[in-house]
């Protein structure tokens, strides 16, 4: 895990709260939503640098081309500028997947939490045992 993310509770602790515990799933989830926004920051980063080298590469090979450079030098330089566009295409594409992930992620996390976080807050609240989560939940068997 980064290290620039948040300490997340119940995290790594081997305590009650690992595994899959209210806290270490919702920890994770959160974890995994600010990857994601890490991802997209760093693929805008790409992405523009890219665009800048594809259009120098450009702007070179039109020089190259002005100058009668020999023309298979010229051709390079103009596939390294096709090649450094699809990478900024592709970081584009990324962005988006990152973008879905930050969105279920938090979805998720809501959802999660919704379901789950009263029974949290209730075994929390009591001294008593409490039953494994799902014993209380309904089956649809009488």
């Known amino acids: 895990m980064s290290?620039?993310?948040?300490?997340?509770?119940?995290?790594?602790?081997?305590?009650?709260?690992?595994?899959?515990?209210?806290?270490?799933?919702?920890?994770?989830?959160?974890?995994?939503?600010?990857?994601?926004?890490?991802?997209?920051e760093g693929m805008h980063l790409l992405r523009s640098h890219m665009q800048a080298n594809a259009g120098?590469?450009?702007?070179?090979?039109?020089?190259?081309?002005?100058?009668?450079?020999?023309?298979?030098?010229?051709?390079?330089?103009?596939?390294?500028?096709?090649?450094?566009?699809?990478?900024?295409?592709?970081s584009g594409e990324m962005v988006n997947a990152a973008d879905s992930v930050d969105t279920d992620a938090r979805g998720f996390n809501s959802a999660h939490d919704r379901e789950y976080r009263p029974g949290y807050e209730a075994s929390n609240g009591s001294d008593a045992r409490q039953a494994k989560p799902g014993f209380y939940r309904r089956t649809g068997r009488r």
């Open 3 to 40: 290290d620039n993310l948040p300490a997340i509770p119940g995290m790594n602790n081997g305590g009650a709260c690992s595994g899959n515990g209210f806290l270490a799933l919702a920890g994770r989830t959160a974890a995994l939503a600010a990857s994601a926004v890490f991802l997209k």
């Open 56 to 90: 120098a590469a450009l702007r070179l090979s039109e020089m190259c081309g002005q100058a009668e450079v020999e023309p298979r030098f010229t051709s390079m330089i103009e596939d390294v500028s096709t090649s450094l566009t699809g990478v900024a295409e592709a």
